[in-house]
């Protein structure tokens, strides 16, 4: 189950985001501001990220900038979600730790194909944890049941 966070201070774009995912078969989880959105990345360890740029408390740019210094969070795929359209606009947030940025208004087809490749490069990834459980497998089916690691 792909799991996405909303960090959005907007109430009616947060619940236009949730009906569209929920609509994909995904899991949602909102946050109304930066502050709520970086504690629930660590409490709700999401899949993916869609982070408004104007929030109060922490705006998005400070938010995406917090995430990638955090080792434990610092690969979570961010797509900026915003109606900052200008060109100059769209170059710095690519520039500012976001993998994607999807402009507002929000439609149905624009929000897939933006999440589409970080979900699949997510998936490509796996997480630590499910790597770490194929290893000791792996390595436990190649050493057999009684051999001595040593
Ligand atoms: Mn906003």
Redesign the pocket.
Known sequence: MIKVLIA???AV?RELLRELLEARGYTVVEACDGQEALHLIEQAQPDVLLL????PVLDGFAVVRKIRENPRLATLPVLAV?AYAMQGDREKILNSGFDGYLSKPINAVALAEALEPLLSKRHGNQSYESQASEKTRAASAMLGGGTNLE
């Open positions: 959005e201070d907007n774009n408004d740029i104007g929030m915003t």
